[in-house]
């Protein structure tokens, strides 16, 4: 068959240097990212160098303000840097999202003096963070998370196991949510945690469907004492620290599914306008036809509600609502996307030959991590009808 190279993603970037970046996260990928995912993936293998290479061109605090270190890049230009690198692959693409989302907390809660002692290595320094939020017990109902800090002096002491954490074990700092106080949202604190801190120790990587090269364990915390120092925002303010977090993130995750379904209508388009069959492309059939003009179609307006939500976020005006609902349509457009790419491969979809069937394996997740689309409906029906009637007793 012969070699159809994808076409770039026709963008409307809003600078010169917009445009630029987007030429270097595009050349990146495809140089350093894409020839060795597959082979790396396979292997389990985490490319920490790739995210050095990517803090030393900037490209790992975009959405951050340049006086730290960070790009001073609006949203809407960060998202799609990360679309361009999870097309390659997704675990470079999540892995940035979540070092992002793990920097949040102290860009936009932390001091002044914490912020110029910590944020420059954290956005361009080579550090990777993590984010503590979920625990094996509470997942979506992250409100009754159990892991205790204690005031002890001028310092914390953190007992507990967060789970499902990507670059769990792996991470040089985490930001972690804990119980300062009383039970629900309003007793949670937020920390600052090195990853090299006494107690501090990540358990196995989970065995997973996909995304095998990046790491997801449970962090166990023994008595780490942190200084008060490291507590960002006030007491009590951790869990409303961590929702304005996940309502960025989960742009990040949005932006992750259109590059992952980018990659799979690619890849699918690719092989129907080189794959015979009956004397002619398979292309040429309309039933293929309609299926890559389908999945064309629910990725562009997925890029467009994500970059809506984005600019709305720039704008400094309110988008939880437009966050939840881009990041339910695009991880499910992902699923489908994926889905239909395998099925246009037919046999050959359904070999470790190709890389839709990694891309099907790897879209599950999207619809799982930063609040299931389950809670993304029914943060969205909050927004439309007001918080749900509760019966007493």
């Known amino acids: ?113 914490q912020q110029v002692e910590h944020l420059p290595a954290m956005l361009g320094d080579g550090l990777l963070g993590a984010y503590c939020l979920s625990e094996p017990s509470s997942g979506s109902d992250a409100a009754s998370l159990r892991t205790k800090a204690v005031r002890d002096g001028d310092h914390w002491v953190i007992d507990g196991t967060k789970a499902w ?20 949202p309003r007793g949670i604190s937020a920390f600052l945690v090195p990853g090299d801190a006494a107690g501090l120790s990540g ?29 960002i925002g006030e007491e009590g303010q951790g869990f409303a620290i961590a929702l304005s977090a996940l309502d960025s993130g989960r742009l990040g995750i949005a932006a992750c599914a259109i590059g992952l ?7 699918a388009l690719a092989y129907a306008t080189g794959r015979q069959q009956f004397g002619r492309p398979i292309s040429d059939f309309q039933g ?8 064309a179609t629910q990725i562009e307006a997925g890029r467009a509600l994500y970059l ?9 005006r309110p988008f939880a609502k437009q966050a939840a609902m881009a990041k339910l349509h695009c991880t499910d457009t992902a699923m489908k996307a994926t889905i239909d790419a395998v099925q246009v491969l037919g046999g050959y979809g359904y070999t470790a030959d190709f890389p839709v069937e990694r891309y099907m394996r790897e879209a599950k997740v999207l619809q799982i991590v930063e609040g299931t689309n389950q809670i993304q409906r029914m943060v969205i029906a909050r927004h439309l009808a007001g918080p749900e009637a509760h019966r007493a007793g």
């Open 1 to 113: 068959m012969p070699d159809r190279a994808p076409q770039p993603v026709d963008r409307q970037l809003p600078t010169d240097e917009a445009r630029d970046l987007i030429s270097l996260a595009r050349d990146i990928a495809q140089r350093e990212i894409a020839p060795r995912a597959a082979e790396e993936e396979d292997a389990g293998h985490f490319p920490r160098e790739i995210f050095t290479l990517l803090s030393r061109s900037g490209l790992l605090g975009l959405p951050y303000d340049s006086e730290y270190g960070g790009g001073d890049q609006p949203y809407e230009v960060y998202l799609q840097v990360l679309e361009e690198l999870a097309a390659a692959r997704l675990t470079v693409g999540l892995g940035v999202s979540v070092h992002s989302l793990s920097c949040h907390a102290l860009a936009n809660y932390g001091t002044k003096q």
């Open 165 to 184: 954490i990507t670059h769990g074990g792996i991470a040089d700092f985490y930001t972690v949510m804990a119980r300062t106080g009383e039970d629900g």
């Open 288 to 295: 293929l036809r309609f299926m890559l003009a389908d999945m």
């Open 308 to 316: 809506a939500a984005a600019r709305l976020r720039d704008a400094g």
């Open 261 to 267: 379904a980018q990659a799979a209508l690619d890849e």
């Open 203 to 231: 358990a196995a990587p989970e065995k997973k469907m996909g995304m095998k090269g990046s790491p997801t364990a449970q962090v166990h915390f023994d008595g780490v004492r942190v200084p008060d120092e490291r507590r």
